[in-house]
């Protein structure tokens, strides 16, 4: 099937390393459903920037931490395209405060744990399900899941534990998945950012220019959305075959082991 009758969802969609993406897919022929907390109104440029590639797409306010909101999200898709054949699992926040794992908070780890991981995941069942009643129509389509992980999945930062743990739990995610939905020819892949510029690191923007000026990177400079964008376009259109469970890494060389 052409990629022009195709439907990707991209959650956290509405800016950042999401508006990255689903420019990427948008420019590539899909049809976009991003979606977000935010309203309507709050998503609308992010909406009109996507639609200029893509015109039939549509935001959907959605918490991917509230099982009510992605059953929503999924039905509202099913009215408008009647079908969805790329997830990407992106949406996720930062801890409010970055705070020392002997101190944190319950909460914290609560709410990071329900909105990186638990949503994801539980999404990602939903969707599995339909791609496979979907595949029962046309068994050759091409079909991703891609989850938006961190370096934090494998680099342990001890003042931001919770987030850490809920990037770990979506790499092996990616994996279980990836095992599970093989045998119906869906590919299951992680795409694993490094320090990339978007409203989650504009409060440690001074901190990261120094230890980039320092040398932490091999590519010397911050990672934009639209290098994660890129990555996930190759996943999403099947052009890494062969490859299901892969973890692209896109952090300038940041986890690079050197001596
Ligand atoms: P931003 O904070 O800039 O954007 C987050 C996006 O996710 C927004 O569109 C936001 O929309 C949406 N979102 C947040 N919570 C929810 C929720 N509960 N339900 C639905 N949508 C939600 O973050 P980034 O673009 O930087 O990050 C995107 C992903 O990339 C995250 O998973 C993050 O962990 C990961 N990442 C980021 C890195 C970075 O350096 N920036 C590095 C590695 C990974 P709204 O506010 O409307 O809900």
Same mark, same amino acid.
Request: one cysteine or more; proline letters at 2%.
């Given at each position: 099937? #052409? =990629?022009?009758?195709?439907?990707?969802?991209?959650?956290?969609?509405?800016? &950042?390393?999401?508006?990255?993406?689903?420019?990427? *897919?948008?420019?590539? &022929?899909?049809?976009?459903?991003?979606?977000?907390?935010?309203?309507?109104?709050k998503a609308q440029s992010a909406l009109? $920037?996507?639609?200029?590639?893509?015109?039939?797409?549509?935001?959907?306010?959605?918490?991917?931490?509230?099982?009510?909101?992605? $059953?929503?999200?999924?039905?509202?898709?099913?009215?408008?395209?009647?079908? +969805?054949?790329? !997830?990407?699992?992106?949406?996720?926040?930062?801890?409010? !405060?970055?705070?020392?794992? *002997?101190?944190?908070?319950? %909460?914290?780890?609560?709410?990071?744990?329900?909105?990186? *991981?638990?949503?994801?995941?539980?999404?990602?069942?939903?969707?599995? #399900?339909?791609? =496979?009643?979907?595949?029962?129509?046309?068994?050759?389509?091409?079909?991703?899941?891609?989850?938006?992980?961190?370096?934090?999945?494998?680099?342990?930062?001890?003042?931001?534990?919770?987030?850490?743990?809920?990037k770990a739990g979506i790499a092996m995610?990616?994996? +279980?998945?990836?095992?599970?939905?093989? %045998?119906?020819?869906? &590919?299951?892949?992680?795409?694993?950012?490094?320090? =990339?510029?978007?409203?989650?690191?504009?409060?440690?923007? $001074?901190?990261?220019?120094?230890?980039? %000026?320092?040398?932490?990177?091999? %590519?010397?400079?911050?990672?934009?959305?639209?290098?994660?964008?890129?990555?996930?376009?190759? @996943?999403?259109? &099947?052009?890494?075959?062969?490859?299901?469970?892969?973890?692209?890494?896109v952090d300038g060389g940041l986890t *690079?082991?050197? @001596?």
């Open positions: 099937m #052409a =990629i022009e009758n195709k439907v990707a969802l991209v959650t956290g969609g509405s800016r &950042g390393i999401g508006l990255g993406i689903a420019l990427a *897919l948008a420019e590539a &022929g899909f049809t976009l459903a991003i979606c977000g907390r935010r309203s309507r109104e009109d $920037a996507v639609r200029l590639h893509s015109e039939r797409s549509i935001y959907v306010q959605a918490n991917v931490a509230d099982g009510a909101d992605r $059953a929503d999200l999924l039905l509202t898709i099913e009215e408008q395209f009647g079908r +969805l054949d790329v !997830l990407v699992n992106n949406a996720g926040i930062a801890p409010r !405060l970055r705070a020392d794992i *002997l101190e944190a908070r319950e %909460e914290s780890f609560d709410e990071l744990i329900a909105t990186n *991981l638990k949503g994801p995941y539980f999404l990602t069942q939903a969707v599995a #399900a339909w791609m =496979i009643r979907q595949r029962g129509d046309d068994a050759r389509t091409q079909q991703a899941i891609v989850n938006i992980s961190s370096i934090s999945a494998t680099v342990a930062s001890v003042n931001r534990g919770d987030y850490c743990i809920s995610a990616t994996r +279980l998945w990836a095992a599970r939905l093989a %045998e119906y020819g869906i &590919g299951v892949y992680e795409v694993r950012p490094g320090i =990339i510029e978007s409203d989650m690191t504009a409060g440690v923007r $001074a901190k990261y220019d120094a230890l980039i %000026e320092g040398g932490l990177l091999l %590519e010397k400079r911050w990672g934009t959305p639209q290098d994660v964008g890129r990555a996930v376009r190759v @996943l999403a259109t &099947g052009e890494l075959s062969y490859a299901t469970g892969a973890v692209v890494v *690079l082991e050197r @001596l």
